[in-house]
């Protein structure tokens, strides 16, 4: 039986989130029997993010691998951002994940060049078969948006599916800007 929650008046409802592992499995599942996009629109349904990625770092700029959609389903890549200019770079120094509900309030995006279109950004760090940074899987948006519990969870549990794709497709590191 689903569990039914209110969110703001009894004629909206919204089913619970489902479970970690289920996001695993729908996501390995869309994999097996499409492709990688098909498995980002399937993790991009599991939240209120307008897009969900996969991004690579190269020198001075981050590539789109994927990139989901959701009010253009039709398109599969994204636009290539200057490596100051990304969120993605902030995922790399972190060394981990980065989280930004509101980057017009955020302290850390003063004088970011994405603060006034990107307003909204969770993402975990890719990395390669050794250890180092290759990117990142993240949703975003352009409203800013409060990072719903599970969130983290599902970018962490398909974290390393998406890594094996990106080893799969033959993607290496590339030196950083930092390096």
């Keep these: 039986m ?49 897009f969900t990625g996969v991004y690579c770092f190269e020198p001075g700029l981050v590539r789109s691998v994927l990139l989901y959609d959701r009010q253009n389903p039709n398109l599969r890549i994204g636009q290539d951002v200057p490596w100051f200019d990304s969120y993605c770079m902030l995922t790399a120094e972190n060394g981990a994940e980065c989280q930004i509900e509101n ?26 078969p050794e250890g ?25 549990a398909c974290r390393p599916i998406v890594e094996r794709c990106l080893w799969e497709m033959n993607i290496h590191r590339r030196a950083l800007p930092r390096d």
């Design 2 to 50: 689903e569990r039914v929650v209110e969110i703001s008046s009894p004629t909206q409802r919204q089913a619970d989130p489902p479970s970690i592992h289920d996001v695993v499995s729908r996501f390995e599942h869309a994999l097996r029997e499409q492709d990688l996009f098909a498995s980002l629109r399937f993790l991009n349904s599991t939240t209120t993010y307008r």
């Design 103 to 128: 980057a017009l309030n955020d302290a850390r995006l003063g004088g970011h060049a994405a603060r006034q279109t990107v307003l909204a950004y969770c993402a975990v760090l890719l990395r390669t």
């Design 132 to 156: 180092d940074e290759l990117g990142t899987l993240c949703h975003y948006d352009v409203s800013a948006k409060t990072t719903a519990p599970g969130v983290f969870d599902g970018l962490r």
